[in-house]
């Protein structure tokens, strides 16, 4: 995911999103009072694995709305709309992640005022800023931190249901522990095994299972839409012609030319390719899609090399 826009389309994009997010907010005069007693508690999650997550913790008593949630769609590519602004408006919980992954939603929560409206930035509960790898989900201390400050806000804003948010935070950390037990399996059998990736979306489930992750510069510049270096490019390829890493992992929502021309060489080489994703594929929670991924790197890296 791109984390900074230097270029002449930055003041354009945030000219656009100021003025649809005053369509939408002006059109909140047009819609109504306040929520009645009684109604779910509305969630906005700019990214639909916080989403999920809060939908498992709020059960019956909240309404879920994430913003990115296509996986087949680039998520550099979003742009915000007024129904965007409206949700956020209304919204008594908002989650998205920061570190600069999801700027605009400074921009369109700083364009609705709501004093009532509690906010959780992941990035700010793991200690990321701007400039670090904003993939945190793919951190295994990530998604519990998230949990229990969700828990702690819908403790605060519906003190009624505290013993239903505290028994789903339960169940959800406990439904957690398969992916723990999994990531502490394969570093007992693949810690220090080279792999190199074309973006560092899988970076922090990596360093938790202790694999050398190459090339790192590479991924950085194909995150940041620039252009990798010609050693760089050289060092990556030799990589996969040598067969010196054991998995190629790769971002499927941002398969740009460079990307397909390392793919193709790794099926070349011989060299299995996984991939991965930054929205979570429709039809599954957050949990089975971190364990599918897990499992799937574990084959790869099962193969012969």
Same mark, same amino acid.
């Given at each position: 995911?791109?984390?900074?826009?230097?270029?002449?389309?930055?003041?354009?994009?945030?000219?656009?999103?100021?003025?649809?997010?005053?369509? @939408?907010?002006?059109?909140?005069?047009? #819609?109504?009072?306040?929520?009645?007693?009684?109604?779910?508690?509305?969630?906005?999650? $700019?990214?639909?694995?916080?989403?999920?997550?809060?939908?498992?913790?709020?059960?019956?008593?909240?309404?879920?709305?994430?913003?990115?949630?296509?996986?087949?769609?680039?998520?550099?590519? *979003?742009?915000?709309?007024?129904?965007?602004?409206?949700?956020?408006?209304?919204?008594?919980?908002?989650?998205?992640?920061?570190? %600069?992954?999801?700027?605009?939603?400074?921009?369109?929560?700083?364009?609705?005022?709501? %004093?009532?409206?509690?906010?959780?930035?992941?990035?700010?509960?793991?200690?990321?800023?701007?400039?670090?790898?904003?993939?945190?989900?793919?951190?295994?201390?990530?998604?519990?931190?998230?949990?229990?400050?969700?828990?702690?806000?819908?403790?605060? $804003?519906?003190?009624?249901?505290?013993?239903?948010?505290?028994?789903?935070?339960?169940?959800?950390?406990?439904?957690?522990?398969?992916? %723990?037990?999994?990531?502490?399996?394969?570093?007992?059998?693949?810690?220090?095994?080279?792999?190199?990736?074309?973006?560092?979306? *899988?970076?922090?489930? #990596?360093? $938790?299972?202790?694999?050398?992750?190459?090339?790192?510069?590479?991924?950085?510049?194909?995150?940041?839409?620039?252009?990798?270096?010609?050693?760089?490019?050289?060092?990556?390829?030799?990589?996969?012609? @040598?067969?010196?890493?054991?998995?190629?992992?790769?971002? #499927?929502? $941002?398969?740009?030319?460079?990307?397909?021309?390392?793919?193709?060489?790794?099926?070349?080489?011989?060299?299995?390719?996984? #991939?991965?994703?930054?929205?979570?594929?429709?039809?599954?929670?957050?949990?089975?899609?971190?364990? @599918?991924?897990?499992?799937?790197?574990?084959?790869?890296?099962?193969?012969?090399?």
């Amino acid at each position: 995911m791109k984390l900074t826009d230097h270029t002449g389309g930055a003041a354009s994009f945030a000219r656009r999103l100021t003025k649809r997010a005053a369509l @939408g907010l002006a059109a909140l005069a047009l #819609s109504g009072a306040a929520l009645a007693q009684g109604a779910p508690i509305r969630i906005v999650a $700019a990214e639909n694995f916080y989403g999920d997550v809060a939908k498992q913790l709020g059960g019956s008593h909240v309404s879920v709305t994430s913003i990115l949630s296509n996986p087949d769609q680039d998520p550099h590519l *979003f742009e915000a709309s007024p129904k965007t602004a409206r949700d956020l408006h209304w919204a008594t919980l908002v989650v998205y992640n920061g570190a %600069d992954y999801d700027p605009w939603m400074d921009k369109l929560l700083a364009a609705s005022s709501n %004093d009532k409206r509690a906010v959780i930035v992941a990035a700010d509960l793991v200690g990321k800023k701007a400039g670090d790898n904003p993939h945190l989900w793919y951190d295994p201390q990530t998604m519990p931190a998230v949990a229990k400050q969700i828990v702690a806000a819908l403790d605060r $804003a519906d003190a009624a249901h505290k013993a239903d948010y505290d028994k789903n935070l339960a169940q959800l950390l406990a439904s957690l522990k398969p992916i %723990d037990d999994k990531v502490a399996a394969l570093k007992a059998k693949y810690q220090g095994v080279p792999v190199t990736a074309t973006e560092p979306v *899988f970076g922090y489930m #990596s360093d $938790a299972i202790g694999l050398q992750m190459r090339n790192a510069r590479f991924q950085l510049a194909v995150m940041n839409d620039t252009e990798p270096s010609a050693s760089d490019i050289a060092a990556f390829e030799q990589d996969l012609r @040598g067969r010196r890493v054991r998995v190629l992992i790769y971002n #499927s929502q $941002a398969t740009e030319a460079l990307t397909k021309r390392m793919l193709a060489l790794a099926k070349h080489s011989g060299v299995p390719a996984m #991939s991965v994703t930054e929205t979570e594929p429709a039809g599954k929670t957050f949990q089975q899609w971190m364990l @599918g991924q897990l499992e799937t790197l574990s084959a790869a890296l099962g193969q012969t090399n």
